[in-house]
Structures are given as C-alpha cells and as structure tokens.
C-alpha cells in the first residue's frame, strides 16, 4: 500500500512539473517554457490566430495590400505566416506586425510581450549582447544556415532562423536570422527588437517601424 501511495504522488508530481514547463494559448496551442536567471520565458514562437480575447487577428495575404502606406497591413494589427505557408506555424510560428503587438492582447493570460528593458536583462544574464546570441540560438544546421556561429542553446530559449517581412511585403533571411519584438516604443511609428543571425552570436538590438513583421516571445508576467 506504501509503495502505490508513493507510485501516485510521484506521478501527480511529474504531471504537475509538466504542466508547469508548458504553457497554452486560446488557439490551444501548447508552449514549452524555460526559465533563464528569474524570467520564465516561451521557449517558441507564438502562433496564435486569436487574441487573448478571442477575437481573430487579421492574416493578410495579398501581396497588392502593401501597395500603398493607407493599407491594412501597414496601419492595423495583422499576422502572417512565412510566404504565406501555413504549414511553417509548427516549426517557427507567426510574424506580427507591431500594431499587433501594440495591442497588449497577443500573449496568454498571465503572460506578455517583453518590453526592451526585459530583453536587456535576458542578454545581460547570458553575458551581454555579444555572446547571448550563441546561448540563445538552437545549435546546428537543420534550420540556421551555416556558420550557426557559437550557437550552444545553453540557455534552452532555442532562437529559430524564420526571417521576418517587411513593409513592402516581401519576406526575407529565413535560415539565416529572425528578429523578435519588445512592446517598447522607440518613437510614435517603431518599437525596439531583438534580431540574432547565423554569422555572428551577436543579438543585435534595434528599432523597427510598425508595419514591419517578426516573431514574438511572451515572458511570463
């Protein structure tokens, strides 16, 4: 009898630490987490269709909307999967553009979009912008382009290369980069981003206008 009441318990702990490594979002889509230092972060993109409300964010297609600076997809949330390949969402999730972001709805309850001060902490945990990169990044070539340079993924964030798009519409630098946002505003029309890059272990920070699309982290609240 000892021996099954210590069976159970050991199994209710080991569902409960899983349930604590992952985290859902209202699509139902399931994260793993991992903590760096004491921030507990997404250790995926997001890919969620929905705000945290429920409501649909936008997807834009077509290519004719970024035509004009009037346009859907350069003045209102929206997300977008890499060349409009839906199939891409499990391996490096969905590009948001910043007015999405703007929203403060994106990431699951309990949970949001880094601000530029929160990402500096992260970087600085791992050793400064000019090694964090390599601690961030998944080790390999099975998605980043060589070199991968000094990618050891130590931390377990395992930062994906799925390129961004920009205001023209086209996508870009999949395999070789990525770019992440923060929720912090540079000026009325940029907000601060992280980018990390196959040739360097470098995390370059930078301002990026809004109509621009890159991926997101949420960092637990």
């Known amino acids: 009898m000892k021996s099954r009441i210590i069976v159970v318990l050991l199994f209710e702990l080991s569902l409960t630490l899983l349930q604590a490594q992952t985290v859902n979002d209202i699509n139902g889509n399931v994260?793993?987490?991992?903590?760096?230092?004491?921030?507990?972060?997404?250790?995926e993109n997001l890919k969620t269709t929905k705000y945290n409300d429920g409501k649909a964010i936008p997807l834009v297609t077509d290519n004719a909307a970024w035509t004009n600076r009037d346009s859907i997809a350069l003045t209102t949330p929206a997300y977008y999967w890499y060349n409009n390949d839906s199939t891409i969402k499990k391996t490096y999730g969905a590009l948001y553009n910043g007015y999405a972001v703007k929203t403060d709805r994106l990431c699951p309850t309990g949970?949001?979009?880094?601000?530029?001060?929160?990402?500096?902490?992260?970087?600085?945990?791992?050793?400064?912008?000019?090694?964090?990169g390599g601690k961030l990044k998944e080790t390999g070539t099975d998605h980043w382009q060589s070199p991968n340079k000094g990618a050891t993924d130590e931390s377990g964030f395992t930062a994906l290369p799925g390129g961004y798009r920009t205001m023209n519409g086209k996508f870009n630098y999949i395999n070789g980069g990525s770019g992440w946002w923060s929720s912090t505003k540079y000026n009325s029309t940029y907000a601060w981003s992280r980018g990390m890059h196959s040739d360097t272990d470098h995390v370059s920070r930078g301002a990026n206008e809004l109509p621009n699309s890159l991926y997101v982290r949420c960092l637990k609240d």
């Open 31 to 43: 994260y793993k987490t991992v903590t760096i230092g004491n921030q507990i972060w997404m250790a």
């Open 111 to 132: 949970w949001h979009v880094p601000d530029d001060a929160e990402w500096s902490k992260l970087t600085a945990y791992l050793g400064g912008e000019d090694v964090a």
